[in-house]
C-alpha cells in the first residue's frame, strides 16, 4: 500500500471513531468540523466537541503534511538538508465531565521519507483522575489481547514504553495509568513487513472508540462532589504540565509552525493549579498519587 | 560588596515586598512561609499568598543555590566541566482575583562562577487581561524613569528585551504589555562597575511593590461580569503556555531538578482552554487581543 491509501484509511478512522463518540455521548449533536491547509504542503481536518452530555471538550485531529523537512529533524534523522517527508495520522485527547471517567488519548500516525524510510507509530493511554484497578486491568487487557494478536513481545515492550513516555520527571508521576505507545516500526525494527504493521495499527486505531465507549457508558453517571471536581481539575493540571513540557508532538506541532488550535486541541477546558497540594492520607485522590508510578502490572493489581 | 552580602539584600527586598503586598491586599492576612533546602546545595524560601481580597495568588521567592554547574549549562557558558556556580535571585508572579488588575512578574537575581565571571539579571514585566493605555504608559513610564537614572539606552534595550522575551510565537501575541527585561548585565556589557548594576537591580526591585499597589488600588474595586472572568481564565491559559513552552527560568529550574512547588507557583489558580476563541469585532477582548503585539510604544499611546 502507498501513502495515500493509509492517509485515506486515517482519514475514514477519524469519522468513524466521531460518529461512534458522539452516539455513546447521547446529547444527540455531532463533531463540529475546520478543514485547514497547510502553507508549505498539506492540511487537515480538525472535529471537536464541545460541551456534550458526557464530554465536555473532545478533539479528533486527522492531518496529511508534506513539504522539506526542517533542518533540526533532518539532522536528527542523519538524511540530508532538504530531504521531503510525508506524515499522516489521527491524534485524539477526550476530556469528558465526570471526574469519574477518564482522560483518554489516542494516536495512530505515518511517516515517511523521500529516501524510502518509513515507520508507523502510535498508542493508546488512559489518564483517570481517580485510578480504578478493575478499569485499569480491563483496559490493559484489552491492548493485550490487540497486541497479542501481532506480536507476543508488543504489549510489554509497549506497555514500558509509554510508562516512560507518558511521565512528569518534576513531580516523579506518571501522568495516567498509561497504556501502550511505539514508534518507528518498520521492517527493521520488527520483524513484520509493511502491510501486518499497517494491520496493527489499524487494529489499535479501531478498538479506541469501543474502549472509550466501555468507560464513558460504566462512569457518565457515578456521582461525584465539588471535593471530586477540584481534584479533576488538579490532575488536568498536570496533563496541561505534560503536554507543553514533554510531549514531542506537541512541542514539533509548534516548532514546525502547525496549526496552534489543532495541537493545542488536548488542553484541557479548564485547569487548577494550589500551592503544595497535597491529598489527605487514606483519601481516594491519596491512593490515586500513590498508583501513578512506572512499572505497575495493571493486569494483576486485582 | 561580594554575594553573601547581594544574597542577604534579596531576602530582605523579599520580606519587604511582602509585606507591602499583604498591606495593599488589605485582607489582614499574611504571607505563609515555606522554608526549603537544596540537596545539592543551598535552598530558599518561598511566601505565598492564597485567596486574599485582591490577590487570589501570589508568591514571591527567595532561594540562594550553589554546587557544581550543569554540564549543558557549563558548555553553553564555555566553562570547564565541574565548574562552580552561586545564584540566588528573588522571583514574583501574582495572580489578582479582579480581571481588571493585572498580572505581574518581576525578578532580580544575581549569578557568579567560581572564574571570577558574575552578572546580574531581571526585570518587571505586566500582563493585563485588559489592555488600558493609560495605565501602560504610567507602568512604562515609572521604568523609564528607573532606567534612565543609570543609562540613557537602558529603557529602550530593556523594553525590547522584554518584548522579545515575553512573546508567544504560536499565537503571534505578546504575553502581556512587557516592561523591562535584562540579563547578563557586568563590567563587560555595560559601561558600569559591579557595585553600580547592584544599585540598578535595587532600584528595579524597590519599585516593584508602590507600582503593583498602584494597579491594587486602582483597579480592586472596578466592577466585572462573568464574561470579564471568563477571559481572564483565558489568559491567564496563554501565562501558562508561556511559561511551561518558553520561560528560561521555569525550564531551568525544573532541568536542574529544582523545588517543583515554587518554580510553578507562577501557574495561575485556574486557566481554560476554549478551541477556537475569538473575541468579537470591538469588543474589549478584542482590543485587548490587537494591542498584544511587538515594538508598540507604550509611553505614547494616549
Not at 105 to 128: A, T
Not at 250 to 269: Q, V
Request: aromatic residues 14%; charged residues 20%.
Amino acid at each position: 500500500m502507498d501513502k495515500q491509501e493509509i492517509s485515506r484509511y486515517f482519514k475514514g478512522l477519524q469519522d468513524q471513531i466521531c460518529t461512534a463518540l458522539a452516539k455513546a455521548d447521547g446529547a444527540n449533536k455531532n463533531f463540529e468540523t475546520d478543514l485547514w491547509q497547510r502553507q508549505e504542503g498539506g492540511g487537515g481536518c480538525t472535529r471537536t466537541f464541545t460541551n456534550g452530555a458526557v464530554l465536555e471538550k473532545g478533539g479528533v485531529a486527522f492531518s496529511e503534511v508534506f513539504g522539506t523537512l526542517h533542518p533540526n529533524m533532518a539532522a536528527s534523522l542523519g538524511v540530508a538538508d532538504g530531504a521531503s517527508f510525508f506524515a499522516t495520522g489521527v491524534s485524539i485527547v477526550l476530556h469528558p465531565l465526570n471526574p469519574m471517567v477518564p482522560i483518554i488519548h489516542m494516536n495512530v500516525r505515518y511517516f515517511e521519507l523521500d529516501n524510502g524510510l518509513y515507520w508507523f507509530g502510535g498508542g493508546i493511554d488512559l489518564s483517570p483522575h481517580y485510578v480504578n484497578d478493575n478499569d485499569a486491568q480491563w483496559f490493559h487487557g484489552q491492548l493485550k489481547t490487540i497486541c497479542d494478536t501481532y506480536d507476543a513481545n508488543f504489549y510489554n515492550k509497549f506497555k514500558t514504553w509509554a510508562d516512560d513516555y507518558f511521565y512528569l520527571p518534576h513531580r516523579n508521576e506518571t501522568r495516567g495509568i498509561g497504556g501502550i505507545f511505539f514508534d518507528q516500526l518498520n521492517e527493521k525494527s520488527t520483524s513484520f513487513n509493511k502491510q501486518q504493521l499497517f494491520s496493527f495499527v489499524k487494529a489499535v486505531g479501531e478498538a479506541f472508540a469501543p474502549i472509550y465507549a466501555y468507560f464513558m457508558k460504566n462512569h457518565k453517571d457515578d456521582s461525584y462532589t465539588d471535593a471530586h471536581k477540584n481534584w479533576q481539575y488538579i490532575r488536568r493540571g498536570r496533563y496541561v504540565e505534560f503536554n507543553l513540557l514533554h510531549d514531542r508532538g506537541t512541542k514539533f506541532g509548534l516548532e514546525s509552525h502547525g496549526r496552534t488550535e489543532s495541537i493545542l486541541l488536548s488542553m484541557p477546558p479548564q485547569a487548577q493549579w494550589q500551592y503544595m497540594h497535597q491529598p489527605a492520607l487514606g483519601t481516594a485522590e491519596y491512593l490515586t498519587l500513590a498508583k501513578l508510578v512506572k512499572g505497575t502490572n495493571w493486569l494483576s493489581t486485582t
